[in-house]
T-cell receptor
Framework: GAVVSQHPSRVICKSGTSVKIECRSLDFQATTMFWYRQFPKQSLMLMATSNEGSKATYEQGVEKDKFLINHASLTLSTLTVTSAHPEDSSFYIC??????????FGSGTQLSVL | ELKVEQNPLFLSMQEGKNYTIYCNYSTTSDRLYWYRQDPGKSLESLFVLLSNGAVKQEGRLMASLDTKARLSTLHITAAVHDLSATYFCAVDLKGSGSRLTFGEGTQLTVNP
């Protein structure tokens, strides 16, 4: 089956620093990448959708200048949380879209901002 | 705006028992997905339901879809402890290109 690699799996950072999360589709090309956020004991919420080579589309309430998304290639997308604050602490999950009916998810990144 | 509601949100059951989780959604959908999530982990795909009347089964889990009622069910048969997890349904809004809206999740605990 398809493999999605997401790194890092866990990161702890100081308030005010930036954190980059990488998501790679290892054996298929992802023209679209979805980024989700999940707070403890809650469901997944879509943050943004990016298409390779174009600007990401952000969901209402998600700050585009704070969550920078780069989707420069068909196999790699990155999410950078800029000037992170404790309220950004969450579980971030990428979901690259290939062909076919199944959707794939990365293993997730647990971000803790001190 | 698409809304997806699951019930129950919490379910505690004994091994060997049967139970059903319900997923209601508010507008026309292309597809409905069921996922399992273990604590601290990402999502594991269980089922993809594409059309009205679709039924899929894997082991002790069976999912069905009624697009007219905008309802999907996940039925658990003879539960075992290993099924303890949080289960999410997710709906792909028609024409959205796989942007998923998730239900709140059902936290299932199967007691020995």
């Amino acid at each position: 089956g398809a493999v999605v690699s997401q790194h890092p799996s866990r990161v702890i950072c100081k308030s005010g620093t930036s954190v980059k999360i990488e998501c790679r589709s290892l054996d298929f090309q992802a023209t679209t990448m979805f980024w989700y956020r999940q707070f403890p004991k809650q469901s997944l919420m879509l943050m943004a959708t990016s298409n390779e080579g174009s600007k990401a589309t952000y969901e209402q309430g998600v700050e585009k200048d704070k969550f920078l998304i780069n989707h420069a290639s068909l196999t790699l997308s990155t999410l950078t949380v800029t000037s992170a604050h404790p309220e950004d602490s969450s579980f971030y999950i990428c979901s690259p879209r290939g062909t076919g009916e199944k959707l794939f998810f990365g293993s997730g990144t647990q971000l803790s901002v001190l | 705006e698409l809304k997806v509601e699951q019930n129950p949100l919490f379910l505690s059951m004994q091994e060997g028992k049967n139970y059903t989780i319900y997923c209601n959604y508010s507008t026309t959908s292309d597809r409905l997905y069921w996922y399992r999530q273990d604590p601290g982990k990402s999502l594991e795909s269980l089922f993809v339901l594409l059309s009205n009347g679709a039924v899929k089964q894997e082991g002790r889990l069976m999912a069905s879809l009624d697009t007219k009622a905008r309802l999907s069910t996940l039925h658990i048969t003879a539960a075992v402890h290993d099924l303890s997890a949080t289960y999410f349904c997710a709906v792909d809004l028609k024409g959205s290109g796989s942007r998923l809206t998730f239900g709140e999740g059902t936290q299932l605990t199967v007691n020995p």
